[in-house]
């Protein structure tokens, strides 16, 4: 493979997950990519070739965990990281050194939400089921959708309100950028996982529901959307809906002792 137009991603074939933060950059990219996992396992795919790199003695700086990029004979991880490599090739971010700093402190920003998001669910262990935790991720979600989801989202509605340069409609500068892609797909997800607390939030966030609708509505992105790449949202993932955590309009989840007075 050429180390300037082609990329491998390794990430769980049948989950979006942090994975999907880079394939939505690709994808708006147009970038060459092989979702390697999804590949049948006689090609070289499937859960075996995540496990096989992870676990490669060959490799002088082995990965931790999925996602893992490879170009060429480099290899890389961690969602933000792949990205901060991945935009100035796809032209996902600003030329100038400042934006992509910024962009990327945003990034790590979503990555932050992205891991409170998922230990909603999971907030005891991961290697424990949900319904080994249940009690737990209901007080957590409690917290998560009355707390820690608005403080987030209107965290990123704020960027956008004050990027003046970019008139409220982009995070960074003033063009769309992989960060506008990592929004779009935190709203997307959150709307699978939480969709009566981000409906109870949608009229403090103008601009980010208006972003969410630019992105999706962007020619590769909404093909990609409407494609059999788009992995839907199911419970396995990072985004899982169980209706015990959302919220029900001002209600509290249902546990009792568990409200701040």
Partial sequence: MSETNSYELYYWPTIQGRGEFIRLALEDGGATYVDVARLPEERGGGGKAIVHILRSDSELRPPLAPPILKV???????????????????????????????????????????????????????????????????????????????????????????NHAGKGQFLVGTAHSYVDLSMFQILSGLGYAFPNALSALEPELPLLFALKVRVSARPRIAAYLASERRIPFNQHGLFRHYPELDRHGDQPNGISGTSKA
Avoid: C
Wanted: no cysteine; charged share 25%.
């Fill in 72 to 162: 060429g004979t480099r290899v890389m991880s961690q969602t933000a990281n792949i990205l901060q490599f991945l935009a100035p090739r796809l032209g996902l971010v600003p030329e100038d050194e400042e934006s992509r700093v910024w962009a990327h402190g945003l990034q790590l920003t979503v990555a932050d939400f992205a891991d409170e998001t998922h230990d909603t669910h999971h907030p005891i262990a991961v290697s424990l089921y949900y319904e080994d935790q249940k009690v737990e991720a209901v007080r957590r979600s409690e917290l998560y959708v009355a707390e820690r989801m608005p403080k987030f989202l209107k965290y990123f509605e704020r960027v956008l309100r004050q």
